[in-house]
T-cell receptor, first 114, second 114 residues
Framework: NAGVTQTPKFRILKIGQSMTLQCTQD?????MYWYRQDPGMGLKLIYY???????DKGEVPNGYNVSRSTTEDFPLRLELAAPSQTSVYFC?????????????FGDGTRLSIL | AQSVTQPDIHITVSEGASLELRCNYS??????LFWYVQSPGQGLQLLLK??????LVQGIKGFEAEFKRSQSSFNLRKPSVHWSDAAEYFC????????????FGTGTRLLVSP
């Protein structure tokens, strides 16, 4: 049972570099989410998607972009990495089958911008 | 504004002792409440959820939580803590259905002493 898979698990970037954090789920969930987790701050929603081709901004979208070309994949792109983007990034997905379905999380990507 | 408060940043409990983690929320509509656990280097795992019915809900790993509307609380409890319960615990609140925007608390780190 793969669930939600995130790659890479760790990455160090230099300021100004770009990268894509990958997220894929094999549960055929329509809803997908990207969060960032900073120490002592809980999780903040960056972007979310309600289905292939549909994305929207969350609380903290600045500096990030997303796309959703398939149901399975929801990559998060950092175009110009900044030290403030050092964080742990979590992807989550949720089934559309029932209003009470919870979100399922991946193991995270730990990103450092130096 | 929607918010979740977890007043305890750290809690240390002796193995075998009981545990209660506090969560207070502010939410304008009927809340849908969750407790997630995060082990070091891992993603968030759902412990339990509540949106209606019996206000005492049972979860995995022997955890339970009680919803008290009058106190806007959703405290997590376990009668006897095991060393493997050492982790960070997050309370979250959101809407039932829709894309389910969750607001997370800042987390409580549980330490278990021998």
């Amino acid at each position: 049972n793969a669930g939600v898979t995130q790659t890479p698990k760790f990455r160090i970037l230099k300021i100004g570099q770009s990268m894509t954090l990958q997220c894929t789920q094999d549960m055929n969930h329509n809803y997908m989410y990207w969060y960032r987790q900073d120490p002592g701050m809980g999780l903040k929603l960056i972007y979310y998607s309600v289905g292939a081709g549909i994305t929207d901004k969350g609380e903290v979208p600045n500096g990030y972009n997303v796309s959703r070309s398939t149901t399975e994949d929801f990559p998060l792109r950092l175009e110009l990495a900044a030290p403030s983007q050092t964080s742990v990034y979590f992807c989550a997905s949720r089934s559309q089958q029932g209003a009470d379905q919870p979100q399922h999380f991946g193991d995270g990507t730990r990103l450092s911008i130096l | 504004a929607q918010s979740v408060t977890q007043p305890d940043i750290h809690i240390t409990v002796s193995e075998g002792a009981s545990l209660e983690l506090r969560c207070n929320y502010s939410y304008g509509a009927t809340p849908y409440l969750f407790w997630y656990v995060q082990s070091p280097g891992q993603g968030l795992q759902l412990l339990l959820k509540y949106f209606s019915g019996d206000t005492l809900v049972q979860g995995i790993k022997g955890f339970e939580a009680e919803f008290k509307r009058s106190q806007s609380s959703f405290n997590l409890r376990k009668p006897s803590v095991h060393w493997s319960d050492a982790a960070e615990y997050f309370c979250a609140v959101g809407a039932l259905g829709g894309f389910q925007k969750l607001v997370f608390g800042t987390g409580t780190r549980l330490l278990v002493s021998p």
